[in-house]
């Protein structure tokens, strides 16, 4: 059992960046992601689970566990076989040891590299060496605080696919914090958003991009553009008049989100918006448009935008949703 029961931890009289009352149970084998701004509690949660904080309040119960933040000092010196099985438990036998650095040597892709000396190693297979040091130990809990910011894109990405790779293989629990929101939807089983120390919403990657709870956890999510709406006796009143939606808030008040993909253009369009600039954002047209006081981002354009060119625009049909006010 890896469970956090109502931990509350201050490091100061007005609680910043501590945990407000938070409670979570990690489910075994599967991969979570912790996100949420600068200070909203995601290094102090992986401290508190890995034993290096105390929380003042709370049960905290977790099995052993490694935790991954910068990488530390290590003896440069020696080569990275014998890093390997000085890492492994020691009641196992020696044979064993070597076997299973070879194992994950496979795994990491660094076999050539366990005769040579740590000090030799490029910072990428020096983070491969080190984590397949703390996984030799074959923990119930890994714990990662960012430890690849500093990796250029391509051997982050290697290192995470090898390593979601090997923990799904051998039925591991993670919870890593990132701040690459199309890395923790892609490789995670659930994500937990955290804000001012609270858990703002739990769910699938599925879930948090199509059932956001509120503006914050769908503005997290990656959406931009928030309109106010009011229900009516049929549906609800919008800029564009009168819409209707599968389901929606109980309050006479909500917010209507269009992706910004769910655009398209008409003349009819009661919506004029001034195009601002435009640019190519994962090989897709992007254009910032402004209407009154709100800015519009609008994706997939079929041709060119000028700018200071006035764009009819209306939501696609089923693509707009809304979420609590």
């Known amino acids: ?11 100061d009289k007005r609680g910043i960046a501590g945990l407000s009352g938070v409670s979570l149970e990690l489910t075994r084998g599967a991969i979570t992601s912790l996100m949420g701004p600068n200070g909203s509690g995601k290094t102090t949660l992986l401290k508190i689970l890995s034993g290096q ?5 709370g049960n905290v119960s977790c099995e052993d566990s490694v935790f991954f933040g910068t990488l530390p000092e290590i003896d440069s010196t020696l080569n990275v076989q014998k890093f390997l099985t000085a890492k492994a438990r020691p009641e196992i036998e020696e044979e064993k ?34 984590m397949a040091g703390e996984l ?19 051997t982050r990405k290697d290192i995470l696919t090898s390593l979601f790779e090997y923990v799904r293989r051998q039925n591991l629990t993670l919870l890593w914090v990132t701040h690459d929101l199309n ?3 892609r490789y995670s089983d659930r994500v937990i958003l955290l804000q001012h120390g609270k858990i703002e919403q739990d769910g699938t990657p ?14 997290f999510m990656g959406y931009h553009n928030f309109f106010p709406v009011k229900r009516t ?26 992706p910004d993909m769910g655009w398209e253009l008409s003349s009819h369009s009661p919506i004029l918006a001034t195009v601002k600039e435009q640019f190519f954002h994962d090989t897709l047209r992007t254009v910032i448009a402004q209407f009154q006081d709100r800015t519009i981002t609008i994706k997939g354009l079929p041709k060119d935008a000028k700018s200071g060119q006035s764009l009819g625009i209306v939501p696609r049909s089923g693509v707009s949703f809304l979420i609590s006010l």
Do not use: C, Y
């Not at 070879?102 to 297979?125: P, V, W």
């Not at 919008?238 to 209707?244: A, I, Q, R, V």
């Open 1 to 11: 059992m890896i469970s956090l029961e109502n931990v509350r931890l201050r490091f």
């Open 53 to 57: 904080l105390k929380p003042d309040s």
């Open 97 to 130: 040891k070597i076997q299973l650095s070879r194992d994950l040597a496979d795994i990491f892709e660094f076999t050539f590299q366990l005769r040579q000396k740590l000090g030799e190693l490029s910072a990428g297979q020096k983070q491969k060496v080190f």
């Open 136 to 154: 030799i130990r074959n923990p119930a809990l890994i714990l990662l605080d960012e430890p690849f910011t500093h990796l250029d894109p391509h």
């Open 183 to 185: 890395e923790g939807l």
């Open 206 to 219: 599925e879930e948090m991009i199509t059932h956001p709870k509120n503006i914050f956890v769908a503005q």
């Open 233 to 258: 006796a049929t549906g609800w009143n919008t800029l564009w008049g009168e819409m209707n939606f599968s389901s929606g808030p109980a309050s006479e008040d909500a917010i209507m989100v269009v």
